[in-house]
């Protein structure tokens, strides 16, 4: 009987079988346009970026971490084979507190195809399964191996890494309400990466900010879910 190869790590978890697909990376997003925040009848809204991608596989995005800019992916749509990413990647806030936007890297990652191309060195480690098809190239850019992993209440610190690149989402709107009587402001804010130094970490980042509205504020809300991320090394990404 062929049982073909397995790898645990030192927790005896399984990390790699050669029955199971891996990843490879499949391209690279293209930038459309950087909208920078602005301000309409007293209200202020967050600037962003938009890509597109062309492709009918279904795909995990990662995301580039410049070094002291907030980032991460804000929404995703597909129609007819092309997918669009809405992102945000932040820094040099205004006098409000709204991030200048700039444009950041974004890959597509899938599962691996039985025509997978070889690294850029032509030279590393090519598993197949049962049936003869390439079930693991890890000389081809992949996120089989993360350097590093952290959620919204805890950091990640990253070891020796060519370039950080991260994936995960950005956990949705924090609400408050600023009394400013007789009336109050809504302002709603979210979660994004931020790298500084050897650390990657959630950061707030304003996204809408209300002129003043009237009556007594209610409640604020905070988004609670442990949102998780990991961070691989993009070097070799295209």
Partial sequence: MNTGLRISNAMQELVVHSESRGTECIGKATLSHVEQPSTSGGVR?????????????????????????????????????????????????DYAGFDQQYAVDIWAFSTISAASSRGSSGFGLLLRNSNGAIAHD???????????????????????????????????????????????????SRQFLLRENDRVAYSTGLMFMSGLMNGNPPEGSTVSDPSPFFVIDGQFLP
């Fill in 138 to 188: 890890f000389a081809a850019p992949n996120i089989t191996f993360p350097v590093a992993a952290g959620n919204v209440s805890s950091a990640a610190y990253l070891p020796a890494t060519g370039r950080p690149v991260a994936i995960g989402n950005s956990p949705y709107y924090d609400v408050d309400y600023i009394d400013r009587e007789p009336g109050y402001i809504k302002v709603d």
């Fill in 45 to 93: 809204t967050a600037g962003y970026s938009r890509y597109t991608f062309t492709s009918a596989r279904p795909v995990l995005w990662a995301v580039d971490l410049p070094l002291g800019r907030r980032v991460g992916i804000v929404g995703t749509g597909y129609k007819n084979g092309v997918y669009t990413i809405g992102a945000y990647c932040g820094g040099n806030p």
